[in-house]
Nanobody, 119 residues
Framework: QVQLVESGGGLVQAGGSLRLSCAAS????????MGWYRQAPGKQRELVAA???????NYGDSVTGRFTISREYARNTVYLQMISLKPDDTAVYYC?????????????WGQGTQVTVSS
């Protein structure tokens, strides 16, 4: 099994920035891609960003140019740097991991961390 532990959520004003972290432990060999999904109240969970073991990245359309995903392989940790935050970015952000390189299929989920952007 794989365990994912997120940190870094919180409250920020519009235009501000936050960095989320997610550390993976357990059967790390099962993981190819790691990344982030988010779910706002009343909306479906959506892919925010993903990064493969080789460093290839893909982003959701609404965050391209504002969010950057990176991965620290030695610590089995993935980061999401978020800038120019908007109230629409308010959601619970879930760390995700699995064998699918684009992370459309997710094998493991974190517990989620709340990000709230005030206007």
């Amino acid at each position: 099994q794989v365990q994912l532990v997120e940190s870094g959520g919180g409250l920020v004003q519009a235009g501000g920035s936050l960095r989320l972290s997610c550390a993976a432990s357990g059967s790390i060999f099962r993981i190819n891609a790691m990344g982030w999904y988010r779910q706002a109240p009343g909306k479906q969970r959506e892919l925010v960003a993903a990064i493969t073991g080789g460093g290839s990245t893909n982003y959701g359309d609404s965050v391209t140019g504002r969010f950057t995903i990176s991965r620290e392989y030695a610590r089995n940790t993935v980061y999401l740097q978020m800038i120019s935050l908007k109230p629409d970015d308010t959601a619970v952000y879930y760390c995700a991991a699995g064998g699918d390189p684009r992370l459309i299929v997710v094998d493991y989920w974190g517990q989620g961390t709340q990000v709230t952007v005030s206007s």
